[in-house]
Antibody, heavy 119, light 108 residues
């Protein structure tokens, strides 16, 4: 079945880095754009970043100020989010989600991976 | 940037009630509006896309309407499994997305 599984979350000290992964299965990963969306504890959904099906187009939320990098490996059906200079306010559940094309909705989501930034 | 607002932020309703949630965009987004349902501990689930199209597998008691800046999600005859938080999301500025702040539907 169509599935997205995130991994790589954990507890990290402020200023450190972390790389999240999102493994896709059950569909042609290389045909879909992919997004990262995060949700701080008890808060709403915040869009983080998007990468096109072939990796040629990438966009980020302005609030990230260049600290995060989204990438993908279509040969391994995997999406990544490299996070650097982590802050307490980056603590959240991070979800990956697919989109068929730019204006289409996020129709499949992973279950998320938790990132906690704390000393 | 397009800002999204939702009202109310929370509501209490009973099983069988009709529930209406409103979403407003800071500028016209035509029909580029999606609705998601999120239950505690779960990922969001797509309910409605393009303002009024029902996602496959979603019960027909859910419906969406609106265009431009004002949109509505309606649940007719609320069921126990519908108690959740609902988010609107604009895709007009795709590939950048913006979510509304959410509306929590509580049991009365």
């Amino acid at each position: 079945q169509v599935q997205l599984v995130e991994s790589g979350g954990g507890v990290v000290q402020p200023g450190r880095s972390l790389r999240l992964s999102c493994a896709a299965s059950g569909f042609t990963f290389s045909s879909y754009g992919m997004h990262w969306v995060r949700q701080a504890p008890g808060k709403g959904l915040e869009w983080v970043a998007v990468i096109s099906y072939d990796g040629s187009d990438i966009f980020y939320a302005d609030s990230l100020k260049g600290r995060f990098t989204i990438s993908r490996d279509n040969s391994k059906n995997t999406l990544f989010l490299q996070m650097t200079s982590l802050r307490a306010e980056d603590s959240a559940m991070y979800y990956c989600a697919r989109v068929f094309s730019a204006y289409y909705p996020l129709d499949v989501w992973g279950q998320g991976t938790t990132v906690t930034v704390s000393s | 940037d397009i800002q999204m607002t939702q009202s109310p932020s929370s509501l209490s309703a009973s099983v069988g009630d009709r529930v209406t949630i409103t979403c407003r965009a800071s500028q016209s987004i035509r029909n580029s509006l999606n609705w998601f349902q999120q239950k505690p501990g779960q990922a969001p689930k797509l309910l409605i896309y393009a303002a009024s199209a029902l996602q496959s597998g979603v019960p027909s008691r859910f419906s969406g309407s609106g265009s431009g800046t004002d949109f509505t999600l309606t649940i007719i005859s609320l069921q126990p499994e519908d108690f959740a938080t609902y988010y609107c999301q604009q895709s007009y500025s795709a590939p950048r997305f913006t979510f509304g702040p959410g509306t929590k539907v509580n049991i009365k």
